[in-house]
């Protein structure tokens, strides 16, 4: 008889996450009987008495908006990546009931990124400085980025970030999102911004280089409008499906101990897609 073991995505809104979707599909590709994950809207004042209340049987939490930040207070252990950002999107629960924040949207971004050909001490162009864009600064550091250009629509949010570049080390400047229509000499870039935002690099696709890696974490409806622009001047694509995926992964390995079975993952995630 399968022991129960259970796993989930919190947040608000939820019902629209595909992170059950994949992680479903990586226990049954796996063997693994007896474990389930399933999506659960949560708020952020409503955390740590969710957290308090799971029995034994969970496994670990996968943390989305607007949850990041508030996962570190309920955790016992930090890894140095989440504690570096401040924000966590993993909760793993240990053997003694306690729960250790993790966040895999960095490593997540650094492996869709280098499987895209991002060369080490690339320069970075980063649109917007919300909370994903605290783990895009943390995977330029980890591609030993030349310097990272952060467009910003709230001046106060961009100097939040320009601190955090400085405790990491990253070469940081901001600029007013004015007119973002070219992006310059920037050999990556990287969208944190909600959908619709950033349609003005759209038409600006004729001054970029195809050599540009462009990396839209919006992925509903998709392509968008910076992405397919992009295309259509020859740069390579990275979507935010492809670092939903990677950061499941990661979540995946740390709740059952199990290597992920990633083809059977993406697989279901593309197909989950294709039918919205």
């Not at 989930?8 to 059950?20: M, Q, R």
């Not at 966590?88 to 250790?100: E, F, I, K, M, S």
């Not at 600029?175 to 990287?190: F, M, N, S, T, Y």
Request: charged content about 20%; aromatic content about 6%; proline content about 7%.
């Amino acid at each position: 008889m399968s022991v129960e073991r259970r796993a989930a995505v919190l947040g608000t809104p939820i019902a629209h996450s595909l992170s059950p979707v994949i992680h479903n599909a990586g226990y049954a590709a796996a063997g693994l009987t007896g474990w389930s994950y399933s999506a659960i809207e949560c708020a952020e004042a409503e955390l740590p008495d969710r957290v308090a209340g799971l029995g034994p049987e969970w496994a670990g939490l996968s943390l989305t908006m607007p949850l990041k930040e508030a996962a570190l207070a309920v955790a016992t252990e930090v890894s140095p990546v989440a504690a570096a950002i401040g924000a966590a999107n993993t909760l793993v629960r240990r053997p003694d009931g306690t729960w250790a924040a993790d966040n895999t949207d960095v490593p997540g971004m650094v492996d869709v990124l280098t499987g895209a050909g991002v060369p080490a001490g690339a320069e970075v162009l980063l649109l917007g400085a919300g909370g994903t864009a605290r783990a895009a600064l943390a995977a330029a550091l980890e591609l030993k980025a030349s310097g990272v250009t952060c467009l910003v629509r709230r001046r106060a949010a961009g100097e939040e970030l320009a601190r955090l570049a400085d405790r990491l080390g990253v070469p940081f400047e901001i600029r007013d999102w004015v007119d973002p229509g070219d992006p310059g000499r920037a050999e990556l870039v990287i969208s944190t911004v909600p959908r619709g935002a950033a349609d003005g690099f759209a038409g600006a696709a004729g001054s970029w280089r195809p050599e540009t890696v462009v990396f839209d974490v919006v992925y509903d409806p998709w392509p968008t409008p910076l992405a397919a622009g992009a295309a259509a001047a020859g740069c390579r694509i990275v979507s935010g499906l492809d670092l939903l995926l990677a950061q499941a992964v990661g979540q995946f390995e740390q709740f059952t101990g199990v290597a992920a079975p990633v083809p059977a993952m993406r697989t279901a995630l593309e197909a989950a897609r294709a039918a919205r």
